[in-house]
């Protein structure tokens, strides 16, 4: 039997209500924030602190490469030639998407580490969208 998670749950961590579902968000966790972090152990003996860290670090982040891609042409548009550009703004891209999947992931383990929903729960879902 296996147990539902929404999409978009984290591959690394075990789904709420298993054995080892804190364990295995709080290592995931840990590596999305900076290296520092490690070293104070509140956020070890409180995963929920570290997913709310681990959430505004990911917020900041998705903010930071949308400011980057309004800018780059204006930023760069003297001092990198028109295709590099264009590949800079492929990256920021690439890597808006990416992280914006990972912020809705750590939010998803922060619900759960919270306690406010059960995986199942119809808030967790999240409409799937195929890409073409």
């Not at 922060?110 to 119809?122: I, N």
Request: charged letters at 25%; a neutral charge.
């Amino acid at each position: 039997m296996s147990t539902y998670v929404p999409p978009g749950w984290p591959a690394q961590v075990h789904p709420p209500g298993t054995e080892r579902f804190e364990d295995t968000a709080l290592a995931w966790l840990l590596e999305l924030v900076p290296p520092e972090y490690r070293r104070y152990g509140v956020l070890r003996r409180y995963p929920i602190a570290l997913a709310r860290m681990a959430r505004h670090h990911a917020a900041a982040s998705v903010e930071a490469a949308r400011e980057g891609f309004r800018t780059a042409r204006v930023d760069l548009g003297d001092v990198v030639p028109p295709h590099g550009v264009e590949s800079v703004l492929e990256t920021y891209r690439r890597e808006g998407a990416r992280l914006v999947a990972l912020l809705q992931a750590i939010e998803l383990v922060e619900t759960a580490l919270r306690g406010l929903a059960e995986p199942d729960d119809p808030r967790h879902r999240r409409p799937f969208t195929p890409k073409l």
